[in-house]
């Protein structure tokens, strides 16, 4: 848990097990722009990225690894346990926002459309190409008064892989399915230079700063 500041809301990080320095990266990344504000970092980690982030069985769309469904399971972790913790630790009246990067992000989002918990939501560079997501969203709204970021890398629709590649009509009409939610008060979608992999934390770090002033 990073604070700056003691008020403002608590902002939870999905994130696979990190190497190296990833959330201090992060937190200089977010102390570089949003550094005026008061907010908190809380990452946390997963045991398997394929497993625990997808919202539903999926056959893989890349390797060999399927996706196994188990979203669900991380959503009441974070709401009986992680959640109510760190509430009474850092204050019962925070909002709670939720970010996350690919498949995280992803998961980020789908949880807007399951609980009310989060007010806000950031999907960077999210795996919106998951199997049956299109029709996932088509049955579905936003729970929560909520402002959602999403962003995309410029290169990352421009793959040989036939899923992978209608990531960019995929975000395209999220964006427009949420202006058009009665329960999103606002979002934007921003299109970022390279693929999926450059500048997580950097992305990331700009849904932060959009999200804290929509406040």
Known sequence: MKQNGVKGPIIL???????????????NCLMD????????????????????????KASAAFGNEDFQGKADKTLQWLINNLIPTIKERYGLDREIYLIGYSLAGLFALWTAYETDIFSAIASCSGSLWFEQWDEYVLHHQIKHESNIYLSLGGKEEKTKNPVMARVGDRTRTQEQILRNDPKVKQTTLEFNSGG???????????????????T
Request: net charge negative; proline share 3%; glycine share 4%.
């Open 33 to 56: 722009i949003v550094k005026e504000k008061d907010f908190a970092l809380y990452a946390f980690q997963v045991e398997d990225w394929n497993r625990d982030f997808s919202p539903w």
């Open 13 to 27: 990080w999905g994130m696979y097990p990190h190497q190296g320095n990833e959330i201090t990266h992060m937190w």
């Open 196 to 214: 999926h992999f450059a500048d997580a934390q950097k992305r990331l770090a700009k849904a932060v700063k959009w999200l804290l002033e929509c």
